[in-house]
């Protein structure tokens, strides 16, 4: 099993921005789909966004337009920038290849609030 290890998150404030990071190791990870999900506190984890191996990307609804995934192959990483965050945008945000080999990592706590 493959852990991605997410880092980047922290506090912020309405409005704000963050960029999180999904780094692999051991792997290459631009041959994988990869997700970005996330996990409010009592609530199920949900989608939030996904970059293919051909780099086409989907998101969820309530994130378009504000949130933007990426790729830098040369790092083996995925990205998440947030722009415009909102309060129920806060969770714990883990990312994922889509193959069986994956496996959840720890995931990176992230907090609007002012």
């Known amino acids: 099993q493959v852990q991605l290890v997410e880092s980047g998150g922290g506090l912020v404030q309405p409005g704000g921005s963050l960029r999180l990071s999904c780094a692999g190791s051991?792997?290459?990870?631009?041959?994988?789909?990869v997700g970005w999900y996330r996990q409010a506190p009592g609530k199920q984890r949900e989608f939030v966004a996904l970059i293919n191996s051909g780099d086409i990307t989907n998101y969820a609804d309530s994130v378009k337009g504000r949130f933007t995934i990426s790729r830098d192959n040369n790092k083996n990483a995925v990205y998440l920038q947030m722009n415009n965050l909102k309060p129920e945008d806060t969770a714990v945000y883990y990312c994922?290849?889509?193959?069986?080999?994956?496996?959840w990592g720890q995931g990176t706590q992230v907090t609007v609030s002012s």
């Open positions: 994922k290849g889509l193959a069986s080999r994956f496996s």
């Open positions: 051991g792997i290459i990870l631009s041959s994988y789909p």
